[in-house]
């Protein structure tokens, strides 16, 4: 089983800047992708950072390119998100997720999905303010 915890979420201004971590535990031999997922209210789901655990591939929607960067802690076991430039449309909950697939491309919403096996954290709020 994989435990998933994130935390760093709050409220920010716009155009300030936010640093989530996605602490990594568990069984997570079956899980060879783990990135962050943001859902606003009334929204789908949409995956904004992904990176494969060999950490030589990364994934980002179009809408957070340029502005939010994936890394990870080997040391700490940690999986972070360092938000930057945050707009008010960056207001989310945001999940922390590993899955055993590439992730699916989402042409129509310029974003991914997770494919195969997925576990999902509990979330941490983002809320950007004018």
């Known amino acids: 089983q994989v435990q998933l915890v994130e935390s760093g979420g709050g409220s920010v201004q716009a155009g300030g800047s936010l640093r989530l971590s996605c602490a990594v535990s568990g069984n997570t031999s079956s899980r060879k992708y783990v990135g962050w997922f943001r859902q606003a209210p009334g929204k789908e789901r949409e995956g904004v950072a992904i990176?494969?655990?060999?950490?030589?591939?990364?994934y980002y929607a179009n809408s957070v390119k340029g502005r939010f960067t994936i890394s990870r802690d080997n040391f700490k076991n940690t999986v972070d998100l360092q938000m930057s430039s945050l707009k008010l449309e960056d207001t989310a909950m945001y999940f922390c997720?590993?899955?055993?697939?590439?992730?699916?491309?989402?042409?129509?919403?310029?974003?991914?999905?997770?494919?195969?096996?997925?576990?999902w954290g509990q979330g941490t709020q983002v809320t950007v303010s004018s």
């Open positions: 997720a590993a899955h055993s697939h590439p992730p699916e491309w989402a042409s129509g919403g310029g974003y991914w999905r997770p494919f195969g096996l997925v576990s």
């Open positions: 990176m494969n655990v060999a950490g030589n591939s990364t």
